[in-house]
């Protein structure tokens, strides 16, 4: 891959990479010092541009990297970070029919269900 990731060719299934994966769609992490990730993000120029509208989560974003913050007190990821420390303990990756449609419906205005954004 070069300098410009966009321009690279695209991934293909082989062996070692069976998915086919380029990149990653989002990536979430977690700490039980959420404002310890929040400075680190901001430092890292990430701006906070979601955030979840009944759960302690927050979508950082710089450019086309997002990043989310999972501040949840209890569930799958509050155990897996109570066990391993801060950490990324969940990723997601771009494309698929369910991400066309949530593209699709949000360029046509239906308001997102799950996220309220936030003035950057």
């Known amino acids: 891959m070069g300098p410009c990731p966009h321009d690279a060719p695209r991934s293909k299934i082989t062996p070692r990479n069976p998915a086919g994966t380029d990149d990653f769609g989002v990536v979430e992490f ?30 950082w974003q710089q450019d086309d990297i997002t990043r989310g913050l999972n501040a949840e007190p209890e569930g799958s990821v509050a ?16 494309g698929g029919l369910c991400a066309k449609k949530h593209l699709i419906t949000r360029c046509h205005g239906v308001p997102s269900p799950i996220w309220k954004p936030i003035a950057v």
């Not at 404002?35 to 302690?56: I, P, Q, V, Y």
């Not at 155990?79 to 771009?94: E, K, N, S, V």
């Open 30 to 59: 977690t700490d039980k010092n959420p404002d310890r990730l929040r400075e680190s993000f901001s430092c890292m120029g990430f701006a906070m541009t979601a955030r979840h509208r009944s759960k302690a989560i927050d979508l």
């Open 79 to 94: 155990r897996f970070g109570a066990q391993h420390g801060p950490c990324a303990p969940a990723m997601g990756w771009p």
